[in-house]
């Protein structure tokens, strides 16, 4: 998944990006509010980080004109600011948490991993498709409740298509939620990733294919509820 932090004190940006990065986060960096607000418009982000004190535009500017434009992307205010008024304004603008300086690595993962989830629609972070288990905190899969081994590729595709369950999504969105825009490979490798990843939930389930192929727009996960019946899908 890829997050845009919009931090103007460069140890701290480096700090948060240091923490994403250690939970397979994909990070944009930006020190400007105004080049904050063209970027959202140019990229799709899981969440947005914003400190309040840059030296452009404060964060309740940016954050406004992020609304206004009806980019709805969860956004997570941090700042060293702890006064309940300002938490207030933010909230009224449209932020979905506030995490106060200094932040712990633990508990900030976990406000970013439960934004995401609440704007996919999952308030827990196991989201379950039948016999199909994806553990987006853990990061662990199950298939008819079996550990299920995955490469960080294979993972990379069932948690968006885990978190965005019920969607059709091009091989352009896994691209994004897999490189980030940074050394992006031919949109074919998904098509050759997640033929091998349909052989190995197959070889897991008896034959069930939990990832459907729809033919010009791209993939979607489905929901098989029992294990040892052999269900074709056109690929």
């Known amino acids: 998944m890829r997050l845009f932090i919009i931090e103007d004190d460069a140890d701290i940006a480096k700090r948060i990006e240091n923490i994403c990065n250690s939970d397979s986060f994909i990070c944009h960096t930006s020190e400007s509010g105004i080049d904050a607000v063209e970027m959202v418009q140019l990229y799709d982000y899981a969440?947005?980080?914003?400190?309040?004190?840059?030296?452009?535009?404060?964060?309740?500017?940016?954050?406004?004109?992020?609304?206004?434009?009806?980019?709805?992307?969860?956004?997570?205010?941090?700042?060293?600011?702890?006064m309940v008024d300002e938490k207030v304004k933010c909230f009224s603008l449209g932020a979905d948490d506030y995490i106060t300086k200094p932040f712990s690595k633990s508990e900030f993962l976990a406000r970013v991993h439960a934004v995401v989830r609440r704007s996919a629609g999952h308030s827990s972070s196991v989201i379950e498709a039948g016999s199909l288990s994806i553990d987006i905190k853990g990061k662990d899969v199950k298939i008819c409740g079996n550990p299920f081994p995955v490469t960080n590729k294979e993972y990379a595709i069932l948690e968006l298509l885990a978190l965005k369950r019920g969607s059709v999504l091009p091989k352009d969105a896994f691209l994004n939620h897999m490189y980030g825009g940074i050394d992006e490979p031919e949109a074919k490798i998904i098509d050759v990733l997640i033929?091998?990843?349909?052989?190995?939930?197959?070889?897991?389930s008896g034959g069930i294919n939990f990832i459907e192929t729809v033919w010009g727009r791209g993939y979607a996960l489905k929901d098989f509820s029992g294990c040892g019946s052999i269900i074709e899908i056109a690929s």
């Open 47 to 82: 969440a947005i980080i914003l400190d309040l004190m840059l030296p452009d535009m404060d964060g309740f500017e940016v954050l406004k004109r992020i609304r206004s434009i009806r980019n709805n992307t969860p956004v997570i205010i941090l700042s060293g600011i702890s």
């Open 195 to 204: 033929c091998k990843l349909r052989k190995k939930m197959a070889d897991a």
